[in-house]
């Protein structure tokens, strides 16, 4: 499955995006979905991930309250809002989507997006 994300750019901090990723390929249903992101210098981190259809979600515990993961299969998309943004949220988020039980190890998931850059200033 190809995973192509969007939706990054600058905010302020206490601002607001929408993180899309959209797939083709595959059968996008058949996937688990997860965001990670990556700050420069540092691992990549798991931020939210959502079951097959929707009916399961997890999230980081620097996401819980500020973000939401939602996808819609009819048009092979997974969303990420994102409110009350902080500088150190600051990073490129990646989308990725797996098979099985939902995960949020990223070697759990086997098919990764390009990334789209997210930065929030102070």
């Known amino acids: 499955v190809q995973l192509q994300a969007s939706g990054g750019g600058l905010v302020q901090t206490g601002g607001s995006l929408r993180l899309s990723c959209a797939a083709s390929?595959?059968?996008?249903?058949?996937?688990?979905m997860g965001w990670f992101r990556q700050a420069p210098g540092k691992e990549r981190e798991f931020v939210s991930a959502i079951s097959r259809y929707g009916a399961s979600t997890d999230y980081s515990d620097s996401a819980k309250g500020r973000f939401t993961i939602s996808r819609d299969n009819a048009k092979n998309t997974v969303y990420l809002q994102m409110n009350s943004l902080k500088p150190e949220d600051t990073a490129v988020y990646y989308c990725?989507?797996?098979?099985?039980?939902?995960?949020?190890?990223?070697?759990?998931?086997?098919?990764w997006g390009q990334g789209t850059l997210v930065t929030v200033s102070s």
């Open positions: 390929g595959r059968t996008f249903s058949n996937y688990f």
């Open positions: 990725a989507a797996g098979q099985g039980v939902l995960r949020t190890a990223p070697s759990s998931y086997q098919y």
